[in-house]
């Protein structure tokens, strides 16, 4: 068999087989990888607007760095609800909270202690959030900066749905930052 460097891809059945010189020997020795599909990373989200609107669902192309993303709506099996697709424009939200369920959690969160605890991160600082509607959250952050169009946050309370959130920082009328 002689050697083709234009076919070591495109013969199935070559993968994993020695090409002979015709002297005997191994010339080379081919193991193509099968092409895997790259998984989509899904997020399940609720998108709060600064009107008060709410969209929950999954998105595979949030980006902080992005000026618009996209939604999907879910029903409880998991199923899309009528294919629906958001097109969401960070400008307008107030948050993207990124949750471990999207049923929530019912009841007020427990922030008992967690003021007070020392952080041992470097660079990690708590931040309390006030938004201009009012609403108050409070987090740990590395990344904020009021130059930024927005900022992730991780909440205190450990029994939050909430995995992080990302504050849209011009819907933020306040922020508190302490170690």
Request: proline letters at 6%.
């Amino acid at each position: 068999m002689d050697f083709n460097p234009s076919t070591l891809y495109s013969c199935p059945e070559r993968v994993g087989r020695s090409l002979k010189s015709g002297k005997g020997d191994d010339l080379i020795f081919i193991m193509e990888a099968k092409p895997q599909p790259v998984p989509k990373v899904q997020n399940l989200v609720v998108a709060r607007y600064q009107d008060g609107k709410i969209i929950r669902g999954v998105t595979h192309d949030f980006g902080p760095q992005k000026k618009v993303f996209h939604v999907s709506t879910v029903e409880k099996y998991g199923k899309t609800v009528h294919g629906k697709v958001f097109e969401i424009y960070l400008s307008e939200l107030k948050a993207v909270f990124f949750v471990k369920s999207l049923e929530g959690r019912q009841g007020p969160p427990s922030l008992k202690g967690l003021m007070e605890e020392k952080l041992d991160a470097p660079g990690l600082m708590k931040v309390k959030i006030t938004f201009f509607d009012g609403e108050i959250l409070t987090g740990t952050t590395q990344g904020y900066t009021h130059e930024r169009e927005g900022f992730f946050v991780v909440p205190l309370e450990r029994d939050s749905n909430n995995l992080r959130i990302f504050i849209v920082s011009s819907a933020v009328k306040k922020i508190e930052t302490w170690k």
